[in-house]
């Protein structure tokens, strides 16, 4: 069994800013060079989250007005008083979604659906770098 990680950052903007991060991930696991595993991938904070979707603009769209539906930024929230950032919707709208995803891997290559896609999502009131692990785990 091998394990392999890697650590990358990248810019997000403000109010859920979703990024495709498919391919930077797909680049890790080929320089791994595991052909049957799971990759999982994480995101270090807690304003984030990580998920799959079809990267098309309008669902995006959609995407971003359901979870304004579900958790309104415009609303105070008692973690607002806290530290004064006025981002206690962005932590509840990353617990949702959630900080990680598992993936499979076969024969080398993510067993993602057709439309299916990796993204980060930073549901912070400020843009923000991320700081991304991807870890493999499984046999060459």
Request: aromatic share 8%.
């Given at each position: 069994?091998?394990?392999?990680?890697?650590?990358?950052?990248?810019?997000?903007?403000?109010?859920?800013?979703?990024?495709?991060?498919?391919?930077?991930?797909?680049?890790?696991?080929?320089?791994?060079?595991?052909?049957?595993?799971?990759?999982?991938?994480?995101?270090?904070?807690?304003?984030?989250?990580?998920?799959?979707?079809?990267?098309?603009?309008?669902?995006?769209k959609d995407f971003q007005e359901l979870i304004e539906k579900l958790v309104p930024k415009d609303k105070t929230y008692y973690h607002d008083s806290t530290w004064g950032e006025g981002n206690g919707f962005s932590h509840l709208r990353a617990s949702l979604i959630g900080p990680s995803i598992?993936?499979?891997?076969?024969?080398?290559?993510?067993?993602?659906?057709?439309?299916?896609?990796?993204?980060?999502?930073?549901?912070?009131?400020?843009?923000?770098?991320?700081?991304?692990?991807?870890?493999?785990?499984?046999?060459?």
């Amino acid at each position: 069994m091998i394990i392999f990680s890697e650590k990358f950052e990248i810019s997000s903007k403000a109010f859920c800013g979703v990024v495709d991060i498919t391919d930077r991930v797909e680049s890790i696991l080929k320089k791994s060079k595991i052909k049957d595993g799971i990759v999982t991938v994480f995101t270090m904070g807690s304003t984030a989250g990580i998920t799959t979707i079809e990267f098309e603009p309008n669902l995006i769209k959609d995407f971003q007005e359901l979870i304004e539906k579900l958790v309104p930024k415009d609303k105070t929230y008692y973690h607002d008083s806290t530290w004064g950032e006025g981002n206690g919707f962005s932590h509840l709208r990353a617990s949702l979604i959630g900080p990680s995803i598992t993936v499979p891997v076969k024969n080398g290559r993510l067993a993602l659906g057709t439309w299916q896609q990796i993204v980060l999502i930073n549901f912070d009131n400020r843009e923000r770098e991320r700081k991304m692990i991807v870890q493999i785990v499984g046999e060459a």
